[in-house]
């Protein structure tokens, strides 16, 4: 296939004064070359596009891909990572993972819990609150977990993320929300283990990948796996691949990750997140259907390097899942 490459580019973004933190989204130079090299590896023709400004000045041009391999994450609002493959809908141009409806979905976390709440899947207790004087209104006790309620890579989450006290809450979601203008998500704090489930496939097709358990290290922001911890995984970080006829409960992890996945509509790959309440019960956390890709650093590939998936064989199994859409040719645009 002709394979069209779409992404944000982390150092383009930095040499236009963008923050670290603001692009902490976007993906390196090693991750677009190890995508690259692994379709061609495959027998594929690959074309670099870019991020959505040079998507649309390609179509422009008449330019056409058999399908896009879409990375990109987007700049600007909640729906940032719904623009690539609406603009792709709109030309008929079939491209890997989630559709325009799940970007958006899924990244508004409080939008998702309802979803996932509404069919059944275990999720803490949640409210969304949009101004300091609403965390007042939330109606359950501490402790409390706050975040921004639309960033990802652990954005906006640290050890303060952490609130014990009902009447720190208004402040706690005061600073979020002049550092991030957005709400802010308020759940009840989830003390026990936390696992990412990686997840291949569509629908029915959908399979887990594996499950690793997140293990902070003793230098680490202790009870949270923040945006620090994130960026410094290496030094702080340990992930452990467990399996569910090792560990009961990953049983449990894995079902409701996958319940979650087809729930939600998510296509091809990605990761869910999943944490245990006070009396060990997992619980949905938030769900990632555009997860990170760099062949070494990314949960994902590191999940199927764990189980012995070679990325290759990963990219493989995404292209597999998304050319099941490739029946019916894209509609030429008139």
């Known amino acids: 296939m002709r394979i069209g490459l779409t992404y944000d580019l982390r150092s383009e973004y930095l040499a236009m004064g963008y923050s670290e933190e603001a692009t902490a989204e976007f993906d390196r130079e090693e991750t677009v070359d190890g995508i690259e090299s692994a379709l061609q590896r495959l027998g594929h023709a690959t074309e670099r596009i870019g991020h959505i400004r040079r998507l649309v000045e390609r179509l422009a041009e008449g330019r056409r891909w058999d399908l896009v391999f879409n990375i990109a994450e987007g700049l600007n609002g909640i729906g940032r990572e719904a623009q690539v493959p609406a603009l792709l809908d709109a030309y008929g141009i079939p491209y890997t993972f989630s559709d325009p409806l799940v970007m958006s979905l899924t990244l508004h976390k409080g939008m998702t819990k309802r979803v996932v709440r509404d069919a059944g899947i275990p999720t803490c207790d949640f409210a969304t609150v949009s101004s300091p004087p609403e965390a007042a209104g939330v109606r359950f006790a501490p402790p409390y977990f706050v975040k921004p309620v639309a960033e990802g890579t652990g954005k906006g989450v640290s050890s303060r993320s952490i609130v014990r006290r009902r009447r720190e809450l208004p402040d706690a979601c005061g600073r979020l929300l002049a550092a991030y203008n957005q709400p802010v998500l308020v759940e009840r704090f989830l003390p026990g283990r936390e696992f990412t489930v990686g997840i291949t496939g569509t629908g029915t097709g959908a399979r887990v990948l594996g499950t690793m358990e997140v293990l902070l290290l003793p230098a680490a922001e202790p009870g949270v796996y923040s945006y620090h911890n994130k960026e410094n995984f290496e030094d702080l ?19 409701i990750a996958l319940a979650a996945w087809r729930t939600l509509g998510c296509r091809d790959a990605g990761r869910l997140d999943v944490r245990c309440d006070a009396k060990g019960r997992p619980q949905f956390m938030e769900v990632n259907p555009l997860a990170g890709l760099h062949p070494e650093h990314s949960d994902l590939p590191i999940i199927a390097a764990l189980v012995g998936v070679t990325f290759d064989d990963l990219l493989a199994r995404i ?12 509609a030429s645009p008139r």
Do not use: G, N
């Not at 292209?319 to 894209?330: D, G, H, K, M, N």
């Open 319 to 330: 292209i597999a899942s998304a050319a099941e859409r490739l029946q019916t040719p894209p």
């Open 237 to 255: 970080v340990r992930y452990r691949l467990l399996r569910p006829e090792e560990d009961p409960l990953i049983a449990a992890v894995e079902d």
